[in-house]
């Protein structure tokens, strides 16, 4: 089927450690993914985003490369701050008829700790 | 500049009730798209406008759900006769265009909908 898989969370970790939150696609053709982040009581914010394969997304020290052969965008982050406490989303967005919609794994919650 | 907006912020309702879920959207984007936010379900798209015509209603869940867009601008998602399973947080989102599948998507902060 046409998914989104994120790794189940929730996630926590200490200040300054570093962040991966998994997330693998199935898809025909060459989607654009995103990650998105919704921060205790607020919307979703698009966080970065990649429009084909090799390119790297990055915003407020997080990234994300597209891979291809794996079809995974993993989202990373070298040091978290207690700032960055929120629920993570990875979606994809496929061409053709699917243009509108926007698919979304389960979201992922992480907890930093001072 | 003015993000996209959502009314009502919370919305209880009794079981079997009719809603009206209103949007409005970033002034000149012309693609407009619902989702839902629930525990179970996580987040899932309903419908996409482009313009004021729907390409794609797959993700309305039956036939109580609709949605209409005047005005290449404001959208009304309404569900009749609602349901306990109905509760959730309705989500409206626009994009610039819409035709570009990198075209990043806004959201609003969302409608919480109550079914007693």
């Known amino acids: 089927g046409d998914s989104v898989t994120q790794m189940e969370g929730p996630v926590t970790l200490s200040e300054e450690a570093f962040l991966t939150i998994n997330c693998t696609y199935t898809a025909t053709g060459y989607p654009s993914l995103f990650w998105y982040v919704q921060y205790p009581g607020e919307g979703l914010q698009l966080l970065l985003k990649?429009?084909?394969?090799?390119d790297k997304g990055s915003n407020k020290g997080f990234e994300a490369t597209y891979r291809k052969e794996t079809t995974s965008f993993h989202l990373e982050k070298g040091s978290v701050q207690v700032s960055d406490s929120a629920v993570y989303f990875c979606a994809k967005r496929a061409g053709g008829t699917s243009y509108g919609k926007l698919t979304f794994g389960q979201g992922t919650i992480l907890t930093v700790h001072p | 500049g003015a993000g996209v907006s959502q009314s009502p912020s919370n919305k209880v309702t009794e079981k079997g009730k009719d809603v009206e879920l209103r949007c409005d959207p970033i002034s000149g984007h012309t693609a407009l798209y619902w989702y839902r936010q629930s525990l179970g379900q996580g987040l899932e798209f309903l419908i996409y406008f482009q313009g004021n015509s729907a390409p794609d209603k797959s993700g309305l869940p039956s036939d109580r759900f609709s949605a209409e867009r005047t005005g290449g601008s404001v959208s009304t998602l309404t569900i009749q006769r609602t349901q306990q399973e109905d509760s959730a947080v309705y989500l409206c989102a626009s994009s610039l265009m819409g035709l570009d599948k990198g075209d990043t998507q806004y959201f609003g902060p969302g409608t919480r909908l109550t079914v007693l």
């Open positions: 990649a429009t084909k394969a090799d």
